[in-house]
Every structure is written in structure tokens, then in C-alpha cells.
């Protein structure tokens, strides 16, 4: 879509200069990694580096898209939105730039995860699995971040953003399939665990290493995603008009 | 084709009608809004620029009508916020370059260049939009708006808050462009200004149309002469022949009459006879000011604002 590139091309160089941001974003995730990872004295499973990967990769895409609402927040705020309104650019394409925009982003912080996983001691998976991994990413990124921006957009000023973000970010992590198997929790955990959609992305890549091709989750994640994009997408126009 | 038509444009927000029937038709000129705060200056900039639905009337930029063609009219119109909107963690060059590609330009690099030199900006093009001056990224600004070679360029406040040099270099470049057959429509509080440069102005108040013309013409409605008195205490009104009350503001009040050297000694009487204490009185041609006042009144915020801020207010702490 015409613009897309442009858009996401400012708000790249724009994450770029604001070094403190960039550095958290990169650091982060390592220190999770390195904690919880390593300094865990946990025995679920033989390698709990393996185990834990998925997690703390799934947990960074939500961080980094839960937050991305505020993007298009600040655009809004800051007049930034009314003149790209008033530009004869597709109006959507601001929307999908904001969205691909962070997944790109996550995906960036995933790949550091990644590297650094394999090089403490996580097993290696072929490209093929990689490319899965980054395929459910992906997907998750688009979703989490359609889903914040939608929020964003409803809820137009930032202090009930920032509390919304920090509300449901960590109780969705903890009630998730992250830090253990499910027979390892309690009834109740378990149950939550189950339906949680951050458990749902992390199954799936534990899936992907363990051998498995999860195509019935993938499509799944693809329809809620496509779902999440349509109401952003609506909501949007509506707030827009 | 007229660049700007509206026909009995309003918008209202609740209960309150911040643009009433507004009819305007502006061709190749600088057209200048002017009006007091809240008077419906921004509301308008909104509407012609696609940015607000109407509730009544229509409006069509270069023969495209705002909701039936949003597209064919952002094709041909630039629109400057009145709040400054530039990246400021970008350079003068990258802010423009991002303009230059999101309109489609065939040679972005070559345009900006030459687009900055107009603006005067070329020798800190380089340098991030932070370390420049509230002029120059009203100038970058400008230069942004520039880029699509546009019909009409809609500026909302676009010398705000600069100094007197800054804004007269802001209104050079402006005369520059419609030279070469852009229609202006800018709003602005500062009304000498407006009569400085404005090809036509409206003034606006509580979103009616209280008055519109070249300035000159506005101007001559009033009588030759206008006297300002400065008052101690309240004004008791006076009437007196050959001199017109034209309004109240700051301690000052002020009349035209046809003759001042005439009306200046009667005056003092009449005003010291309605119980005025007189400071000082002085004789001046009309200016735009003058005009402004007689046709707003004394300068207040429309009552529904209160109301509506109060309203937000409200709403988030809940
Ligand atoms: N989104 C909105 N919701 C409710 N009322 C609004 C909204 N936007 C503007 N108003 C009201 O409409 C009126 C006109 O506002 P507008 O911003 O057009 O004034 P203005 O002439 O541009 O003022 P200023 O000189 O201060 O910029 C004001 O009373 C304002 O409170
Ligand atoms: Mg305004």
C-alpha cells in the first residue's frame, strides 16, 4: 500500500534516535532471558532453556506491541495525525504501517533472543523451524499490536492507556504457559493458562521445537489476527472520519 | 473554478454551534479568518480540510465537494496545524523527505532541496528539527506544506507566538506563493497583520460571519477618524451627533466620527456630563482593530466552552 513504507520508515528513524529506547528494547529481553533462564533453579524439563525461550520470546512481542497503541496516540496528540489525515495517502496505510511497524520491531528483539539463547545453550533448530517461529511471531506481533491500537484509539488519552497496558500486561504473562508445563501448575492455573492467548503462541513454538508443524494453531492465530485488524481497522475509520 | 465554496457550513457540537451557515467564496488571494478565541476559526480549517464531517451545508475545494471527494481534495490542498507538528528527533531534511515520498513526488531529493533553499533552510537542513527556532520549523513547516505543489494552502495560526521578524519572513514566503497562483486561507488574532497582507479577510465571531471585504473596505465603513478615550471606572454610555460608539475594551473605549479634530472637545463633554472619568482621549485613522471591535464586540469565550471543558473534565476522572 502506497505510504506504508514512508510511514514506517519515520517512525523507524525516529525509535532509532531515541537511544534509551532502543536500548531497553534490546537489553530487556536478554536480562529476561539470562534470570529467568538461567538463574531459575527449575526441573520441569531436561533443558529449561529450551522450555523458557518460547515464553520469554512471546512475552517480548507482547511488550512490545501492547505498548504500541500509544504510537498512533501520540500522532493523534501531537497533530502528527491530522496532517497525514489531510495528505492524499490511503488513510488506512497509517494504521498498517503503525501495526507492521512494531511486529518488525518484535521480530527484531526475537531474533537477539534467539541468538543469544542458542549461544547459552538452547538446542538449534533447522531454518525451517526458525521460519515457523518467525511465522507465529509474526502473527502474534500483528495481533497484540492491532489489538492495542484499537484500545488506543477508543480510549484517546494517555494515562488510561499507560494503566490499561500495565494492567494487562503481567497477569496475562504469569497466567500464561511461559515459565511452566501445565502439569506442573494448579487446577485453577492450569485452567486460565489454557485459554490464555499468549499460551496459545507459546504452545505453538514449543510445538515447532519439538519437531511438530502446528497448522491448526497458525490458522487460528491467522483468523483472530485478521479479526483484530478488521475491528482496528473500523474503529479507526470511525475515529477518523 | 472557485478554490474555496461553501454554502451555509455549519458544525455543531452538541448543543453548541461552533460554525453557523458559514458562506464563503474565495479565489487566488490570501484570505485571512479572523475572530476571537473559540469563535469557530479552527472548526472551519477542519471541515475544509476534510478533517471534521459538517453537520449542515456543503463545502468544495477547486470544484470537489469535502465529503463526496475527500481524495480529489486532499489532491489539492496542504494543511498547517496550528499547533507546530514536526518531527523534532528527525533532521530539516528527513521531516521533508517523508512529505516528498508520502505525496508521490518523482525526484523527492531534488524537491526538498530546492524547496528548503526557499525556505531559507539549507544551510541547517542537516541538523535535528530540535535545535531549531520556533520560526524556522514554522518555515520547515511551510516548506513541507509546499512540496505537492498545492491549489490551496490551508494555515491555522501560522505566526503564532514568533517574533516580529520571524513573522514577517513567514509572510513573505507566503505573498511569494500566490504569486505563482496558490489560494491562502489562513486564520490569525493579529489584525495588523491580516490588513497588512490579507487580499481579504472575514471576522467571525460565536462561528457567524460578522464581516467581510478587503480590509480597506471594512475600514472605510467606519467614519474617517476614529478617537480612543481612556477611562478611569466603568463607561456610562454617551450619544452624541457625528460620532459612532465603536466598542469597549481594556479601559479603552472609542468612536468614529467624520471629523475628529470636531468631535474631540464635544465628546469630552459629553462623556464628563454621563458621569466618565476621562484620562486621556487621542485621534487615529480606523485600523482593523477598530473594525474587529465593532463587529465582535468585547472580546469573550463563547459560553458553551466553559461548559464543554467542564464536560471533559468530568469525564476523566471518571
Ligand atoms: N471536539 C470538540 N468537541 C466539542 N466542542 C468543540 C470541539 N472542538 C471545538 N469545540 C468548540 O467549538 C468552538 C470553536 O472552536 P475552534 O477551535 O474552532 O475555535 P478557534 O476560533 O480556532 O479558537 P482559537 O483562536 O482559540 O484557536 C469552541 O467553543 C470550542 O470549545
Ligand atoms: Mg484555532
Redesign the interface.
Known amino acids: 500500500m502506497k505510504g506504508v513504507a514512508t510511514y514506517m520508515y519515520r517512525d523507524f528513524i525516529r525509535w532509532i534516535r531515541y537511544r534509551v529506547g532502543v536500548i531497553s528494547a534490546l537489553v530487556l529481553p536478554a536480562a529476561w532471558l539470562l534470570f529467568v533462564g538461567l538463574a531459575l533453579p527449575v526441573t520441569f524439563t531436561g533443558n529449561y532453556l529450551d522450555f523458557i525461550t518460547p515464553g520469554i520470546l512471546v512475552m517480548t512481542i507482547l511488550t512490545a506491541g501492547i505498548s504500541s497503541g500509544s504510537l498512533l496516540m501520540f500522532d493523534k496528540i501531537l497533530g502528527f495525525l491530522n496532517k497525514f489525515l489531510a495528505m492524499p495517502v490511503p488513510r488506512e496505510s497509517i494504521l498498517v504501517s503503525k501495526i507492521l511497524f512494531i511486529s518488525v520491531r518484535g521480530l527484531i528483539q526475537a531474533t537477539i533472543i534467539i541468538v543469544l539463547a542458542v549461544l547459552i545453550g538452547a538446542t538449534m533448530m533447522n531454518p525451517l523451524q526458525y521460519g515457523l517461529v518467525y511465522l507465529i511471531l509474526f502473527l502474534f506481533g500483528v495481533f497484540i499490536s492491532a489489538f492495542s491500537t484499537t484500545v488506543a484509539l477508543y480510549l484517546d488519552d494517555h494515562d488510561s492507556f499507560a494503566a490499561f497496558t500495565a494492567m494487562v500486561t503481567m497477569p496475562l504473562f504469569f497466567t500464561s504457559s511461559a515459565l511452566m508445563p501445565y502439569d506442573a501448575m494448579p487446577g485453577w492455573l492450569a485452567t486460565i493458562a489454557r485459554v490464555n492467548p499468549l499460551s496459545f503462541a507459546i504452545d505453538a513454538i514449543r510445538d515447532v521445537g519439538a519437531g511438530g508443524v502446528p497448522v491448526v494453531p497458525i490458522l487460528l492465530l491467522f483468523v483472530f489476527t485478521a479479526v483484530v485488524v478488521v475491528m482496528a481497522g473500523y474503529v479507526f475509520r470511525k475515529v477518523t472520519v | 473554478m472557485t478554490a474555496i465554496l461553501t454554502e451555509g457550513l455549519t458544525k455543531k457540537f452538541g448543543n453548541l454551534c461552533a460554525v453557523d451557515s458559514l458562506d464563503l467564496s474565495i479565489e487566488k488571494e490570501i484570505f485571512g479568518l479572523l475572530g476571537p478565541n473559540g469563535s469557530g476559526k479552527t472548526t472551519t480549517v477542519?471541515m475544509l480540510?476534510?478533517?471534521?464531517?459538517q453537520t449542515k451545508g456543503s463545502a468544495s475545494i477547486c470544484g470537489h465537494d469535502t465529503l463526496l471527494a475527500p481524495?480529489k481534495v486532499?489532491?489539492c490542498?496542504?494543511?498547517?496545524?496550528?499547533?507546530?507538528?514536526v518531527?523534532t528527533?528527525?533532521t530539516g531534511r528527513?521531516n521533508m523527505l517523508?512529505f516528498a515520498?508520502?505525496?508521490?513526488i518523482s525526484d523527492p531529493k531534488d524537491k526538498v532541496d530546492e524547496l528548503l533553499a526557499v525556505m531559507e533552510l539549507s544551510d541547517r537542513a542537516d541538523d535535528?528539527a530540535k535545535t531549531y527556532s520556533g520560526g524556522m520549523r514554522r518555515r520547515l513547516e511551510l516548506a513541507e506544506a509546499l512540496v505537492h505543489e498545492p491549489e490551496v494552502v490551508f494555515l491555522d495560526e501560522p505566526t503564532i507566538g514568533l517574533d516580529v521578524a520571524a513573522r514577517r519572513s513567514i509572510w513573505n514566503h507566503i505573498r511569494k506563493m500566490t504569486k505563482k497562483g496558490m489560494t491562502i486561507f489562513m486564520t490569525t488574532h493579529y489584525m495588523d497583520e491580516a490588513d497588512q497582507y490579507c487580499d481579504r479577510v472575514g471576522i467571525i465571531s460565536h462561528g457567524k460571519v460578522a464581516a467581510m471585504g478587503t480590509p480597506q473596505e471594512l475600514k472605510s465603513r467606519l467614519m474617517k477618524d476614529v478617537v480612543t478615550v481612556t477611562l478611569e471606572g466603568e463607561y456610562h454610555p454617551v450619544m452624541l451627533e457625528g460620532a459612532v460608539f465603536v466598542g469597549e475594551s481594556e479601559g479603552t473605549v472609542s468612536f468614529t466620527a467624520g471629523n475628529g479634530r470636531e468631535a474631540l472637545p464635544l465628546l469630552a463633554d459629553a462623556l464628563k456630563q454621563a458621569g466618565n472619568c476621562v484620562k486621556a482621549m487621542s485621534l487615529r485613522e480606523p485600523s482593523l482593530d477598530d473594525v474587529f471591535l465593532q463587529s465582535v464586540g468585547k472580546q469573550e469565550e463563547p459560553k458553551g466552552f466553559e461548559e464543554w471543558k467542564f464536560r471533559m473534565m468530568l469525564h476523566?476522572r471518571n
Open positions: 477542519l480540510t476534510t478533517l471534521l464531517a481524495e486532499r489532491d490542498i496542504s494543511y498547517v496545524p496550528q499547533d507546530m507538528a518531527d528527533n528527525l528527513e517523508v515520498r508520502l505525496y508521490g535535528l476523566r
